[in-house]
């Protein structure tokens, strides 16, 4: 018994960190469809792609995961953001955990924090549009109007058809044409 005990802790230690979501083989071809795709099969394949970011190869991770969506939904974001914390200290590569404790802490008006995490969501995952769609605007609602169309146009490249992004990007496109760059 304690032989397989031992053969079982190895090999966990052996296999290192958990892989975070966003290294799943599939998403690959997501992105290259969703980019290069009709837009009518854009929300779709976005849905897709949000769905493998969500699910960490943690167990316990998805389980914390599952329950701070829940407690967003409910407006308890400090739960949330506690159950957030959790989730990223049992799997720190991942991405999406990154993204959603920055959407939390946007809620809860830690704008710096939100930031933080935004930025570690793309280190991670840096296809990550709907955290460049957020550090856009918190750049524009900091009146650095280039620093959001340049972040916005990033998250485009990833998913074209983000009608969010398109719109704020041709807006802050005409508001800085003609203004010294």
């Known amino acids: 018994m ?30 290259e469809k ?23 190869a943690s167990p316990t991770a998805n389980l914390l995961i599952a329950r701070a969506q829940a407690g967003m939904d409910a407006r308890h974001f400090d739960v949330a953001e506690a159950l957030l914390d959790h989730a990223i200290g049992l799997s720190p590569h991942f991405a999406q955990a990154y993204a959603l404790r920055g959407a939390v802490r946007l809620r809860l008006e830690d704008q ?5 995490d935004f930025s570690h969501a793309i280190e991670l995952e840096p296809r990550q549009y709907e955290a460049r769609i957020a550090l856009a605007e918190i ?6 109007k ?5 972040m916005f146009q990033k998250a485009l490249e990833w998913n074209p ?15 800085i044409d003609g203004q010294e760059i």
């Open 146 to 150: 280039r620093g959001a169309y340049d």
């Open 112 to 116: 710096d924090g939100a930031i933080t």
């Open 34 to 56: 969703l980019r290069t795709g009709p837009g009518e099969r854009a929300e779709s394949l976005a849905q897709e792609i949000n769905a493998i970011w969500t699910r960490s």
């Open 2 to 31: 304690r032989l397989f005990a031992f053969v079982i802790l190895t090999l966990t230690v052996l296999m290192g960190p958990t892989a975070a979501d966003q290294t799943d083989p599939r998403l690959g071809a997501l992105f």
């Open 161 to 175: 058809h983000e009608k969010h992004a398109r719109a704020r990007a041709r807006k802050l496109r005409d508001e």
């Open 139 to 144: 750049m524009m609602a900091g009146g650095d």
